[in-house]
Nanobody, 122 residues
Framework: QVQLVESGGGLAQPGGSLRLSCAAS????????MTWARQAPGTGPEWVSA????????YYADSVKGRFTISRDNANDTLYLQMNSLKPEDTAVYYC???????????????WGQGTQVTVSS
């Protein structure tokens, strides 16, 4: 069955960095776009970033553009999110999501992981 397992979250200071990972299994990872989303307490899910199946196209929410970098390693079925210049408003649970297609389409996903907590605070 499809499994997505996020890791790498934790506590970071404002201006600091974290690198999230999402280990995928149970499907042909290289065939599907992947997405990162986040949810802060008391709010709905927010799309953060997406990447096409071959890594050729990447997409970012305005709130993270220039600070976050999405990437993938298709040989090892792993998705990454490098987060730099972190801000307190980045505090949330971060989830990876499996897309329905090779190219990314907003809102088109069918599985997501259990999430990893990111807290940005001094």
């Amino acid at each position: 069955q499809v499994q997505l397992v996020e890791s790498g979250g934790g506590l970071a200071q404002p201006g600091g960095s974290l690198r999230l990972s999402c280990a995928a299994s149970g499907f042909t990872f290289s065939a599907y776009a992947m997405t990162w989303a986040r949810q802060a307490p008391g709010t709905g899910p927010e799309w953060v970033s997406a990447i096409a199946n071959d890594g050729s196209d990447t997409y970012y929410a305005d709130s993270v553009k220039g600070r976050f970098t999405i990437s993938r390693d298709n040989a090892n079925d792993t998705l990454y999110l490098q987060m730099n210049s972190l801000k307190p408003e980045d505090t949330a649970v971060y989830y990876c999501q499996k897309g329905l297609f090779g190219q990314w389409h907003q809102g088109k996903y069918d599985y997501w992981g259990q999430g990893t907590q990111v807290t940005v605070s001094s």
